[in-house]
């Protein structure tokens, strides 16, 4: 069974078409990938994935009991509370009946537990994007949205993100990240989502793309199918 | 629930915040102070440069047989002005130049002749300088009390001219220039007409002409008794008695205390509200926050309810420091809690509409700044000192702003004026409710 199913999914702002009829599903423990360039409609379909914004047509499947964690491109979290004053204040949000262990929880499995009394604003980009993150995953979600969760990291800090998620996936969590680094979705991607112009112009694996276009190099490949269809 | 998180997170950032907190309870108690200073304390006179022209021996004058000693109408002055006495109008004119008074006053030489002739108006010398606000000063401090001087005076030429009519009427001694003359006066001019014309023959021709002058005398008698109390009259034509019409006049040191308490209660609810809403955009949690979690009702709500405890917190402190200076009815401290919780929570409703609008907690601070501080300006405008058509407009702005509602509230809690206190909370209400939908109107993704 799909954790995540999208069918014709559009929203319009206006007369202006953000995202055009798009449709995937993903299974449990599964990545998904949305690539694309500036002002596809990444975003705003991952908005509409998290239920922050409301889709003008279409449909959209989640499993009944777990819902969606969500992390958003730019740290949203409070910057005068300490790391476990932010978990906790979004672990009671979400309704979670005990709170204080799944900060527990979430402090160890995401290193923080010694920063835990300190303030977000004095942490580090890396530790402040990871409790951007853990927050998206204090409800133990069944699918996590990310929205370019690296594009502020240095790479080492970048490898010790996707090995916390990695970790994630591999205890059944499905996750969906946009991103502009097309080596990071072909490394831990298994299913690429190619937008442009909110249409939604590949839906596979990133082979497949590479075997579209005749090309190993896959940053080479999604180039020269965007240039294919005008983008 | 979601409420009663959001607010306690909120106060706990308030509370790291320790510029904002110290602002928070240093403001209040600053302006408690100072305010009470300013009401309790008597004003300040404006120095004015003072010189006396008359030589001391031409400082008393002769009217009839009354003497007016000018330097009492000095007093009469001094009353409005702290005179820093000069020795020549050169002096006076540099003083006032280099700033060290603000106006001069100089008492011209032939003032006692002026005033002795009686023939014709006598002038005192008034040289101003300074911004208009001191100029406006100290010309209505001078003015008023040479208002006063010159009733004080009047009512000495009055009785002068008393003495003369008494001199006319009865008869007496009039002294003049170091003579004596015995005036007969015409009640005694007419007793000696009525005795010559009994002494005369019945036939006597001169009998009918005596008669003539003898009922002059008596209509001149009835006529300038009257004539008394016209001059009396012209002394002090306008005398002012007042009524209120309705409700209870507000004393304007009390007045100022609810003005105080209004502008501060404002600035707190809606910078606090308006900030601590745009933090939320500013520290990306707001989106956060709107997929699920919070609904922007709720949001809004804690914002405004932030922003009106905080706000009256403040205010209340302010009230209980200026209460040690001013006398407070303190038996009324649930109605000023309930003004306040109403002013706040509109002050915080228009605050969230602000905050709802920018996206930094900078510009939803210059956003409240900008649009409040007219508002206090234009509410305080009185009635009279614009046109009806001008005021008109006024009121309306007024009216769809929390100050002026705020302030009647205030008002009407702290010194029980007019208009009621209901009429007032109920304005505030419907405030409230219209910037509540207008910042959730603007909070739609």
Known sequence: MASLEARGLSKRFGDRVAVRDVSFALGRGEVLAIIGPNGAGKTTLLSMLAGGLEPSSGELRLPPSRGIGWVPQKTAVYSKLSVAENLLLFARLEGIADADAAVDGMLEQTGLRDRAGDEVGTLSGGNRQRVNIAIGLISDPAVLLLDEPTSALDPRQRARLWQFVNARVAAGTSVVFATHDIAEAERYAGQLLVLADGEMLFAGSPADLGAAERESDLERAFVAFLAERGH | MALATLLGKDLRILRRSPVLVGLLIVYPIAIAVLIGLALSSSPALPRVAFLNEIPPSQATIQLGSEKINTTRYERELFQAIQPVPVSSVAQALDDVRDGSTIAALIIPPELPEELASAAQTAYVKVIYNGNAVNQSLVETAIESKLAQANGLLAAQLSQVADSYIDLLLTGGNLHFLGNTYDVLGLVRARTMLAAIADALPASSPLRARIDIVESFAQIAVSHLGGSKRVIGAVAAPIAVRQQVL????????????????????????????????????????????????????????????????????????????????????????????????????????????????????????????????????????????????????????????????????????????????????????????GFGALARLALRP
């Open chain 2, 246 to 433: 309705s409700g209870r006049r507000t004393p304007l040191s009390n007045y100022a205390v609810a003005v105080a308490v209004a502008v501060s209660l404002m600035f707190v609810c809606i910078l606090l509200a308006s900030g601590m809403l745009a933090l939320e955009r500013e520290e990306n949690t707001l989106e956060r926050l709107r997929r699920g979690l919070v609904g922007a009702g709720v949001l809004l709500a804690e914002k405004a309810l932030l922003g009106a405890l905080v706000g009256m917190a403040v205010s209340f402190a302010m009230l209980c420091g200026i209460g040690l200076f001013v006398p407070l009815g303190w038996g009324r401290a649930e109605l000023w809690l309930l003004a306040m919780a109403a002013g706040g929570l509109a002050f915080a409703a228009l605050g969230v509409a602000m905050g709802s609008l920018v996206r930094e907690v900078r510009a939803a601070s210059l956003l409240a700044l900008l649009v409040s501080l007219p508002l206090v300006f234009l509410a305080l405008v009185p009635a009279a000192s614009v046109s009806p058509a001008l005021y008109d407009v006024i009121r309306a702005v007024s009216a769809i702003f929390p100050f002026k509602a705020a302030l009647e509230a205030l008002d009407a809690a702290v010194n029980q004026s007019q208009p009621s206190l209901a009429a007032a909370l109920a304005h505030l209400l419907a405030l409230i409710v």
